[in-house]
């Protein structure tokens, strides 16, 4: 799939896809009693050394500046806000890098059970897509494959969307006890194809949808986003949900398309203890049905989705104790996929996150050990090949 290949093996160097940004992060200035608006700003960063990367096959160093956000939310009645979010898009490569457009959302925000946002924004899928890169349990956090609006790196003709980004509307809301039952559902322009090239020569439109329950403590977050991890300060969680996504002839190419299906479902378990040490666990998995021939990969406007199943479980503790300004939070991860015409790869993941303030300010350290990194989470072709290779990654993460 060499025609998204480069691209979006550019954005996961950079570690830059998806992500939810907090709606109402930074510095708050009220106007009147109903009008606000609040600034903000994301920075990540990372120093990795990585087996047989260097020129000469020996492990090879790097610097990467990952992302850099800027926040801007506003109230300008009491039921319509608004939400505009920039991101350093190829982050690091001087060749490509810009800031660019990441959310443009006008909100009318109704009740708890029913509220209305527009534009550029999140499509409805499992929990890391809308956790974000900020708001993951752990840094390096996206290690199955992606949905359709992440695989693409434009909108417009050829592309579906960026960063799990696209045009469209979602309505969510909340019912049960204490809103416990959250849903959102969204209409969305998905894959759009010139004339002659590319599927979707209908313009099919994207339908996606999630819905979670929360059988402890309910999730508090801005509209439908969500968290990998509360660092105990949300209670006990248990929330399990189950998402979708679907778009007629939203795969494959123009002589060879197919319908673009993709089924997942996620949990999050977490548990203050007596101590006050916290355990989290988080775990998706994902089935996609692209149904499209084999025969289009050899097609130069593929959109060769994948195809196939994939899972990711990541278990994690909080020491209580303070060490130094912050607290310690080993854990440890596996993730396998499983395409059906492609090789199949695994990582597992151990490491220490330490826990300054929550999202705002957390530094990683971290080792990886598999095939994903070798044979990528973009290229699902048959005969697709690699090596188990190591990894060790030193990375931060700041918030205002």
């Given at each position: 799939?060499?025609?998204?290949?480069?691209?979006?093996?550019?954005?996961?160097?950079?570690?830059?896809?998806?992500?939810?940004?907090?709606?109402?992060?930074?510095?708050?200035?009220?106007?009147?009693?109903?009008?606000?608006?609040?600034i903000g700003a994301g920075a990540r960063g990372s120093f990795t050394a990585m087996e047989d990367n260097a020129p000469n096959g020996d492990w090879g160093t790097d610097f990467n500046a990952d992302s850099a956000r800027i926040y801007v939310n506003g109230q300008i009645h009491q039921y319509i806000k608004f939400e505009l979010n920039t991101e350093c898009v190829f982050c690091g490569n001087s060749a490509l890098e810009e800031f660019h457009l990441l959310d443009a959302i006008a909100k009318f925000e109704l009740s708890p059970y029913f509220n209305v946002w527009a534009g550029r924004l999140l499509v409805p899928a499992e929990r890391q897509e809308l956790n974000g890169p900020y708001y993951s349990t752990t840094y390096d956090a996206y290690k199955t494959p992606f949905v359709s609006s992440d695989f693409s790196v434009k909108f417009g003709n050829g592309g579906a969307g960026v960063y799990e980004r696209d045009q469209g509307v979602n309505v969510?809301?909340?019912?049960?006890?204490?809103?416990?039952?959250?849903?959102?559902?969204?209409?969305?322009?998905?894959?759009?194809?010139?004339?002659?090239?590319?599927?979707?020569?209908?313009?099919?439109?994207?339908?996606?949808?999630?819905?979670?329950?929360?059988?402890?403590?309910?999730?508090?977050n801005p509209g439908y986003y969500t968290s990998g991890t509360y660092y105990g300060t949300a209670g006990d969680i248990f929330t399990v949900a189950v998402a979708f996504q679907y778009q007629e002839d939203g795969a494959g190419s123009f002589l060879n398309s197919g319908d673009y299906r993709a089924l997942m479902t996620d949990v999050i378990f977490e548990k203050v203890l007596a101590n006050k040490g916290v355990v989290t666990f988080n775990g998706e998995y994902k089935n996609f049905d692209s149904d499209y021939s084999l025969a289009a990969f050899a097609d130069p406007d593929c959109f060769c989705q994948f195809d196939g199943d994939s899972f990711s479980v990541v278990g994690l503790y909080m020491f209580p104790q303070m060490v130094g300004i912050g607290r310690l939070q080993p854990y440890i991860r596996y993730s396998a996929i499983y395409p059906d015409a492609s090789a199949n790869r695994d990582e597992i993941e151990g490491g220490v996150n330490y826990i300054i303030d929550g999202h705002n300010a957390r530094v990683s350290l971290f080792y990886q050990h598999g095939d994903i990194a070798s044979k990528g989470l973009t290229n699902f072709a048959p005969g697709v090949t690699g090596q188990d290779i190591d990894a060790i990654k030193l990375a931060f993460q700041l918030q205002l």
């Open positions: 799939m060499t025609k998204y290949k480069g691209p979006v093996a550019a954005l996961l160097t950079g570690g830059l896809l998806l992500g939810a940004a907090v709606a109402n992060a930074g510095g708050k200035i009220a106007i009147d009693d109903t009008k606000w608006i609040s969510w809301g909340a019912a049960g006890p204490g809103g416990a039952l959250q849903y959102v559902f969204g209409v969305f322009n998905g894959l759009e194809s010139s004339t002659g090239a590319g599927p979707n020569q209908d313009d099919n439109l994207m339908y996606a949808g999630r819905v979670a329950y929360n059988f402890l403590s309910v999730e508090k």
